[in-house]
């Protein structure tokens, strides 16, 4: 999916209840922040 549609797409699934708000990201930006330094499994 491009880049461009994240946002519309985002919200689509927010408003039919299919995922937290809190679940998704703003950009790939965060993605690819938490793909590459993944948080220490516990």
Do not use: I
Not at 2 to 21: C, E, M, W
Not at 34 to 42: E, L, N, R
């Amino acid at each position: 999916m491009p880049f461009y549609h994240l946002q519309s797409a985002h919200q689509q699934l927010v408003a039919r209840q299919l995922v937290p708000g809190e679940n998704l990201y703003d950009g790939y930006g965060a993605v690819l922040r938490d793909v590459s330094h993944p948080a220490p499994k516990s």
